[in-house]
């Protein structure tokens, strides 16, 4: 085997390696960007799930009738109020960017599995540019041709 013949087949093999090395890193990166929009999304109604409680508590406490108050404890429902309004501007911005971040992370799983797929489709081109089968690498015996083993091939010739 010549010089070129095996820098060409050090190329190709490399290529081939480094394609699957893509393949497979991108297939970890999905399931990276998968559990960290799960993780947002389980943020998102943690949050949530506390602005209501937080709503509920004030609701149950409103129902007075005002007209009987103080000047102090409609100051105190007053504030109440803005805590509850406060909360749920909280809950909703937090619920919000829980849903944005989804997003990214499943356009971003879409954008990896499109790019894994491509990966492993160059990956199988490579392999049948280069002529492998799927035994491994090495494993194939190459026969000899003519001249090539220092038998005499031609029976004439006996």
Known sequence: MTELEKLIKTAVYGS???????????GELLQIFVDKGEEVVRQGQTVTEEAVKKFKEVWEEA???????????????????????????????????????ADEADAAAKEAGKRAMEAEDAYEAARAEAGETDAPAGDAEEEPQDGASGENLDEDDN
Do not use: P, W
């Open 16 to 26: 081939v390696g480094a394609i699957a090395t893509i393949a497979e890193k991108s």
């Open 63 to 101: 129902d007075i009738d005002v007209s009987h108050m103080t000047q102090e404890q409609r100051e105190a429902l007053r504030r109440r109020l803005e805590e509850l309004e406060k909360a749920e501007r909280e809950a909703v911005n937090a619920f919000n960017e829980a849903l944005r971040r």
